[in-house]
């Protein structure tokens, strides 16, 4: 993909599933070595592909038989929490600020 920068149309979809290792001592549901599902679009500047990307793995799930009991989907992504903030009303300037706020909330 990098080497055809610029060469591909845009948006550009892109998914893999790659064995991956981890460089950290083993602990209990961490093994070092797993499979990632990766997936990525280019050439997007609003949340939508947040969106479709969100939407592809509750598919996935669906369609392989797990629901909203077996699985929860979490997002943290500066660019969505930037929207909906911006949506709410938070200053700009208190955005740093309130993303502390947010990652220490189920801490």
Known sequence: VMAKKGGLPLPLKWYSIPQCWRYERMTRGRRREHYQWNMDIWGVDGIEAEA????????????????????????????????????????????????????????
């Open 52 to 107: 479709e990307l969100l939407s592809a793995m509750v598919m996935f799930f669906k369609n392989v038989g797990l629901t909203a009991d077996d699985v929860g989907i979490k997002v943290n992504s500066r660019n969505v929490i930037g929207e909906v903030l911006t949506e709410l009303g938070v200053p700009e300037e208190k955005f740093a600020a309130t993303c502390v706020l947010v990652d220490k909330l189920e801490k």
